[in-house]
């Protein structure tokens, strides 16, 4: 059983997770042990249902030996988490071994990708695109035949220059030819959502074709674009924690996820007003320790103005959002998120903020000694030349002023 291609079928959203693959290429290495970690970690957001919600791109097995073993103990050791990926060019060498890595375990897939424009299969095959997507095609009944029980997707790689009338005709013939999904990949991210919703239409006309999105983000439109497919009735998007993929990466793991899932009203928005996107609704309160995770092992910085999961989400700094945070916010993140509000520091500090965290650390101010301790910390400040004041060089001003007044 295709449980992807089941769950999409019902209109339920599938995660197509790229971050050890794809984002190797933003000139990350994901250990095995993190691989196994991170599919696990990523399935248990859906509980028993992490197969049918998430697939985990493990890695290229092709690349190299160790890449070959680090994709099968992915498929080995986190089987039923997620459905396992090994993805591959369009070559019978290169399918045969991705076969062989996800070989035996549950829910395996290969995705094998190929050139849909013209320029790019001239690049890759020195064929035509109409040649090169007949080799797609004929791939896909051969891995299918070398092993039914790993399901095939067929990736088109550059889609978003290719005729949209061609990529209509194979992807019917790869789903003929037993292909589970048929991705469209917008390689170079240099698509319009408009351009997006066009492709997905146009290409996804055949009803027993199920399409996957595989969108990058070089104009800083990954999530529109993603969206968008989703709107037009795409359920199999490919994502990536943090955005990590090729150049500027795709669209972030944690913002689509959480987009998806946080609101009713939102996904009827975004998906249709009979959307029933989920098996077992996602668990968000994962999303900041998964990102975490992703971002010590990759040394990608988590910032102050990463959305969903950055170090700046439920922070207060100043007075009127103090006072009425939910006016300032479009989510409470400690109720869906599990991320505690927390007041920071800083120069822009209102007298209430720094009555409050001083409390915190212990003293009762009253009204003349908040406006000292205000002034105190803006003009440290700008003395540092840094917005946020440590709370413990707070500390030891409060407890001189308290001393001298005693």
Not at 318 to 324: A, D, K, L, M
Request: aromatic share 6%.
């Amino acid at each position: 059983m295709d449980l992807v291609r089941e769950s999409a079928s019902a209109g339920r959203v599938v995660l197509w997770e790229e971050s050890a693959r794809d984002g190797a290429q933003a000139k990350t290495l994901m250990a095995p042990d993190f691989r196994v970690r991170l599919a696990v970690e990523q399935g248990r957001i859906f509980g028993a249902d992490g197969p049918r919600h998430v697939v985990f791109a493990a890695g290229f097995p092709a690349v190299c030996a160790e890449e070959f073993e680090a994709v099968r103990r992915v498929a080995v050791e986190a089987e039923g988490a997620v459905s396992v990926a090994a993805v591959c060019r369009g070559t019978a060498v290169d399918v045969r071994q991705a076969v062989a890595s996800v070989r035996g375990s549950a829910h395996a897939r290969v995705m094998v990708v190929v050139p849909a424009s013209e320029a790019m299969a001239q690049v890759m095959t020195h064929r035509g695109a109409r040649e090169a997507l007949d080799a797609g095609v004929a791939l896909v009944e051969e891995a299918r035949g070398r092993d039914d029980g790993v399901a095939v997707d067929l990736c088109f790689a550059d889609a978003s220059r290719a005729d949209h009338g061609l990529m209509a005709d194979y992807a019917s013939a790869a789903t003929a030819a037993g292909a589970g999904t048929v991705i469209l990949a917008d390689t170079v991210g240099d698509q319009l959502p408009s351009d997006v919703a066009a492709m997905f239409t146009r290409v996804g006309a055949d009803k027993d074709v199920v399409l996957a999105s595989h969108l990058h983000n070089d104009l800083g439109l990954g999530l529109a674009n993603t969206l968008e497919a989703a709107r037009v009735g795409v359920r199999v998007l490919s994502s990536s924690w943090l955005g990590l993929a090729e150049r500027a990466g795709m669209v972030a793991t944690e913002q689509l996820l959480f987009l998806l899932a946080y609101r009713a009203e939102r996904i009827r928005a975004l998906l249709g007003e009979d959307a029933d996107p989920w098996w077992t609704p996602p668990d968000l309160t994962r999303l900041p320790v998964i990102a975490r995770m992703v971002s010590a092992e990759t040394g990608l910085p988590l910032s102050v103005t990463t959305p969903v999961v950055g170090t700046g989400v439920g922070t207060i700094s100043t007075g009127t959002p103090f006072v009425h945070p939910d006016l300032f916010q479009p989510y409470d993140p400690q109720a869906l998120l599990g991320i505690a509000p927390s007041v920071v520091l800083t120069h822009l500090a209102s007298a209430r903020v720094v009555t409050a965290v001083a409390a915190r650390l212990g003293h009762d101010l009253d009204r003349e000694q908040a406006r000292t301790a205000m002034a105190w910390v803006k003009t440290r400040a700008y003395r540092t030349g840094r917005a946020t004041v440590e709370e413990s060089a707070f500390a030891s001003y409060l407890d001189g002023m308290c001393e001298g007044a005693r």
